[in-house]
């Protein structure tokens, strides 16, 4: 069965702590997201990577580090240096080269206590 | 800088009323324009897409929208509403120029009433 995984899907840290969330995809797609989404702001782009061992910032980076080792695997940690990082956090792929649709895991909520 | 921009937040309708939600870019150059739905407890998953040709698109579920270049609009539409259409709608936008980033309007919000 093709698709995204997350894990976990309820995540809770202290703060000060550094956290790491897992994104895994099967569908063999080249690119990856990871989005923070927060009530009445939609998605926006934390980190991309349109292939393995390269990636690039999105809008809102900073606090936040990625790796791209592997084409199918793209873990996003959300560090102490993240001033506000409860939120819910979704990643994505899609297909390279075409201007395609993404495809959504179903998301990590991320509380910081 | 590129940017989306959806006019309603939140929106109740009667189930059988006829839904519009508004979708605005900011972007000269070609696009490929989507509108993606997130149900109650669900993943984020396309609703349509516009890529060329016929600027109404249909989509899933009834769904359909129109690209208006002359507005910069890809307005979604759906002649008649059921309850099951409750649920969070993002318009998206990809610029051409701008690789594989996607842009993300700040969502819809439609509770429809049963």
């Known amino acids: 069965d093709g698709g995204i995984t997350q894990s976990p899907k309820y995540l809770f840290r202290k703060e000060g702590q550094n956290v790491t969330l897992s994104c895994e995809q099967n569908l063999n797609h080249d690119a990856m997201y990871w989005y923070r989404q927060d009530p009445g702001q939609g998605l926006r782009l934390i980190y991309y990577s349109q292939i393995v061992n390269d990636f690039q910032k999105g809008d809102i980076a900073e606090g936040y580090s990625v790796s791209r080792e592997k084409k199918e695997s793209f873990p996003l940690t959300v560090t102490s240096a993240q001033k506000n990082p409860t939120a819910f956090y979704l990643c994505?792929?899609?297909?390279?080269?075409?201007?395609?649709?993404?495809?959504f895991g179903p998301g990590t909520r991320l509380t910081v206590l | 800088a590129q940017s989306v921009s959806q006019h309603n937040h939140h929106v109740i309708l009667s189930e059988a009323a006829s839904l519009e939600l508004g979708c605005n870019y900011s972007?000269?150059?070609?696009?490929?324009l989507f509108w993606y739905v997130q149900y109650p407890g669900q993943h984020l998953q396309l609703l349509l897409k516009y890529f060329s040709g016929d600027p109404l698109v249909k989509g899933i579920k009834g769904f359909e929208a129109e690209f208006i270049k002359s507005k910069f609009s890809f307005n979604l539409r759906k002649p008649s509403v059921q309850w099951s259409d409750t649920a969070e709608y993002f318009c998206?936008?990809?610029?051409?120029?701008?690789?594989?980033?996607?842009?993300f309007g700040a969502g819809t919000r439609l509770f429809v009433k049963a």
């Open positions: 998206a936008v990809n610029a051409h120029t701008g690789g594989f980033k996607t842009i």
């Open positions: 994505a792929s899609r297909p390279g080269q075409e201007y395609n649709e993404q495809f």
């Open positions: 972007y000269g150059g070609t696009v490929n």
